[in-house]
């Protein structure tokens, strides 16, 4: 049988070894969060820079449409659209590529010659 202080030290020597393994742990896994934020954090910043080109090369577009479009008063042009809340992000190069042809297709129409003219 043992003493008192002897269970106490097996005891406490227990709950010294639990918490050594238990701040292992945590550190490993502090460790993996830290690696998993900072990936997250490169990807945050590549998506804002993409949604910022993606809101220039839009902005330019419509403002290029607008100049254009100047001479035609019987044109009633809508305000310029709010983004959609329920754009799936994964769309985002097949939509840029459809503005991109829809600007090209309008231009075209808007700078076709008249009578030999162009405008």
Same mark, same amino acid.
């Given at each position: 049988? /043992? &003493?008192?202080?002897?269970? @106490? %030290?097996? +005891? $406490? #020597?227990? +709950? &010294?070894?639990? /918490? #050594?393994? =238990? =701040?292992? =742990? ?11 934020? #900072? ?7 590549? +998506?804002?820079? %993409? $949604?910022?080109? /993606?809101?220039?090369?839009? !902005? $330019?577009?419509?403002? $290029? ?13 809508? *305000?310029?659209?709010? *983004?959609? *809340? !329920?754009?799936?992000? #994964?769309?985002?190069? %097949?939509?840029?590529?459809?503005? @991109?042809?829809? !600007? ?8 076709? *010659? ?6």
């Amino acid at each position: 049988m /043992s &003493s008192a202080a002897e269970e @106490y %030290r097996r +005891i $406490t #020597g227990m +709950i &010294s070894d639990a /918490s #050594g393994e =238990r =701040r292992e =742990r945590e550190a490993a896994r502090v460790e993996d969060l830290e690696r998993r934020f #900072g990936m997250l954090d490169d990807r945050l910043r590549a +998506i804002a820079e %993409r $949604t910022g080109m /993606s809101r220039l090369a839009v !902005h $330019t577009h419509w403002e $290029t449409v607008l100049d254009a479009m100047w001479g035609e008063p019987w044109m009633t042009v809508p *305000p310029f659209p709010r *983004p959609d *809340p !329920h754009a799936d992000p #994964g769309d985002l190069a %097949r939509n840029e590529q459809e503005m @991109y042809e829809a !600007h090209e297709n309008l231009m075209a129409l808007i700078n076709r *010659p008249r009578f030999g003219f162009r405008r």
